[in-house]
């Protein structure tokens, strides 16, 4: 199984979406059960007395228009044990990966990404809370995951 993390500032919009984006795409593939998919934050800002905020409902909205759930989806912080947890920590921006590291410490076994570095347009995803661009993150995000996918399908084909 492989186990992939995303990684944003709050967890309320561009990995959240990651998430469920990446879990639909793989359900169509039929592959959800050879990966375990989630999300998490570097920040404790949309976390309060140990609950996290839900997606933000303008990413739960793009999420809706392309018939994708995110249910009962929660913020959660990135902790250090997560290195050891999951094959891929994906951020969604460079700032991402600096607090990212900031969290884990090092990256020895090179698990450190971030998503649109999959695409042949390498770069961030901007974060559609400032902007308000929740269609065009959606259409990052799911062009990031579309090609990820499309690298860790060959590891799971046998040589």
């Not at 989630?38 to 609950?51: C, N, R």
């Not at 997606?55 to 997560?82: F, M, N, T, W």
């Not at 607090?99 to 390498?122: A, C, Q, W």
Request: proline share 5%.
């Amino acid at each position: 199984m492989i186990k992939v993390l995303f990684i944003c500032h709050g967890n309320i919009c561009r990995s959240p979406m990651a998430e469920f984006i990446m879990k639909e795409q793989l359900r169509k593939l039929g592959l959800e059960e050879e990966f375990y998919v989630a999300s998490a934050a570097t920040s404790s800002e949309e976390i309060w007395d140990g609950i996290g905020n839900p997606v933000y409902p303008p990413a739960r909205a793009e999420l809706a228009k392309h018939g994708i759930s995110c249910g009962q989806k929660r913020a959660v912080q990135l902790v250090k044990e997560d290195y050891e947890k999951y094959d891929y920590l994906i951020g969604m921006e460079q700032m991402n990966i600096r607090n990212m590291m900031r969290i884990l410490g090092s990256d020895p076994d090179h698990k450190v990404y971030r998503l649109l570095d999959f695409t042949d347009e390498p770069g961030d995803i901007a974060d559609p809370w400032y902007s308000g661009k929740f269609g065009l993150t959606y259409d990052q995000i799911d062009k990031g995951v579309s090609c990820l996918i499309g690298e860790l399908q060959q590891k799971l084909l046998p040589v």
